[in-house]
Each structure stands twice: as structure tokens, then as C-alpha cells.
């Protein structure tokens, strides 16, 4: 009976351990596979300068440093923290929740959702265009 209930316990803790996976990355240029969800935690991303593509109905979480371009569309959800410097483009129905750390500018197409947040104030519904300053 022991056995039964550490293979259920075992079991049960593999399946809630899984981690969202790293875009792939050459150099300073990342990118999100097709239809997959990606964490720029522990990336060329997370706190540098990069280029990262999220495109094919992504899920893409995480942060990246100064001068960060984003590219969020194909139906993709982008929710990151960019740092100073850094511009977002959030296009063909996806939708962006975008902290930024500094100045940074988003465009939004009217086919998208966006929110913006400067610093650590609230996020707010940005229609076309925004900015942190």
C-alpha cells in the first residue's frame, strides 16, 4: 500500500514540475517555436539586449534588458517586462501585457489587445500606440 501511495505522490509531482521552456536562440536573436509557450528566463533575453520573436500563437513570458525588441503577432499572447530603450510591436490578434522598466514605445494593431504598464504602476489599455517615458 506505501508503494501505491508514493508512486501516486511521485507521479502527481513530476506532472505539476514542468517548466515553460526557453526560446531558441543564436546570439542575441530568439525566437518562440510554432504553437509553444517560452520563458526568456535563463536566455541571451533575460536581462540584455535581443530580438525576440514570438509570432505563431505563442505563449512568451519573461523579461529582457535595454534596447529589447519584441515581436508579438500570429495570434500570440506576450506577457514580459522590457527594459529602457525597448520597443514592442503587438500585431495580427495578439495580445500584449508589457511592463517596462524604463522608456520603451508599443504599437498595437486594431486586431490586438494591449495593455502598458511604466515602472510599477498599473497597467492601462493602449489602443494604436503607447509609451513609457
Not at 8 to 35: N, R, V
Not at 110 to 126: I, M, N, R
Request: some cysteine; aromatic content about 2%; overall charge negative.
Amino acid at each position: 500500500m506505501r508503494i501505491v501511495l508514493v508512486s501516486c505522490f511521485l507521479l502527481a509531482l513530476a506532472a505539476c514540475g514542468e517548466d515553460t521552456p526557453a526560446p531558441e536562440c543564436t546570439g542575441s536573436s530568439c525566437t518562440c517555436e510554432p504553437g509553444a509557450a517560452c520563458d526568456t528566463g535563463g536566455t541571451a533575453c533575460e536581462e540584455s539586449s535581443c530580438t525576440l520573436d514570438c509570432v505563431e500563437d505563442n505563449q512568451c513570458s519573461g523579461s529582457c534588458g535595454d534596447s529589447c525588441s519584441l515581436d508579438c503577432s500570429g495570434g500570440s499572447t506576450c506577457e514580459m517586462t522590457v527594459g529602457p530603450s525597448s520597443s514592442v510591436s503587438c500585431t495580427d490578434g495578439a495580445t500584449c501585457t508589457i511592463r517596462c522598466t524604463g522608456s520603451c514605445s508599443l504599437s498595437c494593431s486594431p486586431d490586438s489587445t494591449c495593455q502598458l504598464a511604466c515602472g510599477d504602476a498599473a497597467f492601462e489599455t493602449v489602443v494604436e500606440g503607447g509609451s513609457c517615458q
